[in-house]
């Protein structure tokens, strides 16, 4: 018999929330999904997570956004993208055919903002549900200003709360000094999930320029050498709560993801990764499908946490 890879990640909602397996796109690495389709068989993945979507459109940040470091990558795209009505008019029908959830990465810069882009997306079909980017290091206002103290992450994921019965995932910063308590306020605050790590703030010189050598200057740090940083902030966030870790950063194999759902998520994210190699995601799910049957596992439950 195939082993048993689902996982309920928002047990305290009503609509609950349980994808067929782990493995998730992570929010600006994937599109709206659609892009990927004529790569492989997308609905495979256990769910896929959207770009950031704003209230209005937005162009999001000056060139250059992306630039290659030792392991990793630094971007500073900011939140281009189409904007909640376009989301809904053109995109949420597309994804109402799908068997694969798609959830919804949103972002704003006042609370407002939030709550009202929950209440937009709340009964739509073809959602399946939001996740709050209170993360994001390179933008000026809202983002990360909301994810570095507990107080005003509990604020937004409240007024998120209040406004949609969709459920409610939360995306926290690692630039903080105390991700558990974040993550401890987000949750009593109503979070159903959490997920984790976005970028760590990072920039580059160009030193024959003598400028920075990304337009925003100060910007994310992505891919595998964030990877010790984000297992380290799953860890200690998976002690802190009690609703379920999607753990993200720097995730490339299956052995990664592994490390990940041993150390307490029920879930992990593919960002990067995707950009080398677009199957990432789904070589990552065959992986764990196979270290599965190999270790005669056959609920995914049995390893959650194994490494606590
Ligand atoms: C080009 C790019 C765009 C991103 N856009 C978003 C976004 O819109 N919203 C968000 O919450 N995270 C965004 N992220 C962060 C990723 O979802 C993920 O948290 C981060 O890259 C760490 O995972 P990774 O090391 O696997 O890439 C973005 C990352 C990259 C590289």
């Given at each position: ?18 994808p067929?397996?782990p ?5 600006g ?12 068989d997308?609905?495979?993945l256990g ?27 630094l ?9 909640v ?48 980017n ?7 206002v809202g ?7 507990p ?6 994921t ?10 409610v995932?939360?995306k ?34 160009d030193i024959?320029k003598r400028?920075?050598a ?7 740090l ?23 870790v ?23 994210q593919?960002g ?7 199957r ?29």
């Open positions: 018999m195939s082993p048993d890879l689902s996982v309920q990640l928002a047990p305290r909602n009503k609509r609950g929330l349980i067929a397996n493995v998730m796109t992570a929010s690495t994937f599109g709206y999904g659609t892009e990927y389709s004529q790569v492989f997308i609905q495979r769910a896929i997570v959207c770009k950031g979507t704003t209230l209005e459109p937005r162009e999001g940040n000056p060139q250059p956004r992306l630039f290659e470091t030792a392991s990793g990558l971007n500073s795209i900011g939140w281009q993208n189409i904007g009505k376009a989301l809904i008019k053109e995109k949420a029908p597309v994804w109402a055919g799908w068997r694969v959830p798609v959830i919804v990465n949103i972002a704003g810069d006042t609370v407002d903002d939030y709550a009202r882009l929950a209440k937009e997306l709340d009964g739509v079909d073809g959602i399946s549900g939001i996740e709050v209170i993360s994001c290091p390179n933008v000026k983002g990360a200003a909301f994810g570095v103290n107080d005003a992450a509990a604020g937004v409240k007024a998120v709360r209040a406004a949609t019965s969709l459920p995932i939360v926290l910063t690692p630039n903080t000094a105390d991700i558990a308590g974040v993550a401890s306020a987000v949750a009593q605050a109503g979070a159903d999930a959490i997920s984790l790590i976005n970028t760590l703030k990072g920039t580059a010189i024959n400028r920075p990304i337009g925003d200057v100060i910007c994310g992505s891919g595998p050498a964030i990877k010790p940083v984000a297992l380290a902030m799953v860890y200690e966030v998976a002690d802190a709560v009690d609703v379920p999607i753990g993200c950063g720097g995730i490339t194999s299956a052995e990664d993801a592994l490390e990940f759902i041993m150390a307490g998520a029920s879930a992990v593919i990067s990764a995707t950009f080398g190699n677009p990432a995601s789904l070589d990552v799910l065959e992986g764990i499908e196979r270290f599965m049957e190999k270790e005669g596992i056959s609920k995914l439950s049995e390893i959650i946490g194994a490494a606590r």
